[in-house]
Nanobody, 124 residues
């Protein structure tokens, strides 16, 4: 079992920046592909960004590409999501997820462990 705990959410103005963090409970974190998803009430969970275990390969949803950056520090068992040029449409609960597989997928079913999520609210 891997426990994931997100932090860094909050209220931010349009055009602002925010950095989310997701800390994992195990050193085996280095073996997992990690991803960020987001969800708003009444909608399906949406893939935001993913990163392979070594951090050299990333993927992004088209809606955030060029604005968000995913990274990881395997020494700290932590993955980050740097959010810039934030838009009202980015308002959601953001969750991190870990996959025992080494690949990134945009499908939530690919991931084995999930955090509880952190709320990001963008004011216009």
């Amino acid at each position: 079992q891997v426990w994931l705990v997100e932090s860094g959410g909050g209220l931010v103005q349009t055009g602002g920046s925010l950095r989310l963090s997701c800390a994992a409970s195990e050193r085996s974190f280095i073996l997992y592909a990690m991803a960020w998803f987001r969800q708003v009430p009444g909608k399906e969970r949406e893939f935001v960004a993913g990163i392979k275990p070594r951090g050299g390969v990333t993927d992004y949803a088209d809606s955030v590409r060029g604005r968000f950056t995913v990274s990881r520090d395997n020494g700290k068992n932590t993955v980050y999501l740097q959010m810039s040029t934030i838009e009202p449409g980015d308002t959601a609960v953001y969750s991190c997820a870990a996959s025992r597989q080494h690949s990134i997928s945009t499908s939530a079913e690919h991931y084995d462990y999930w955090g509880q999520g952190t709320q990001v609210t963008v004011s216009s």
